[in-house]
């Protein structure tokens, strides 16, 4: 997932990943796996739906509001 590699190359060069949009569209797309479908799947639901909510959580508490 394209996110998941751009939040990894961000993290490492202390820039910032990707923007609301793509964690959050990679949030509901990580959500809507299935638990059983393989060992791969499950370990990016488990090790990266935590990281990207709370991403996105931060990004969201930072949002200027009108």
Do not use: C, F
């Amino acid at each position: 997932m394209l996110t998941i590699q751009v939040e990894q190359l961000g993290n490492e060069l202390s820039e910032p990943g990707a923007n609301s949009i793509d964690l959050a569209v990679a949030a509901n797309v990580i959500r809507a796996m299935p638990d059983s479908t393989n060992e791969h799947s499950a370990e990016i639901k488990r090790e990266w739906l935590p990281y990207i909510e709370a991403r996105l959580a931060a990004i969201t508490d930072r949002t200027p509001r009108s």
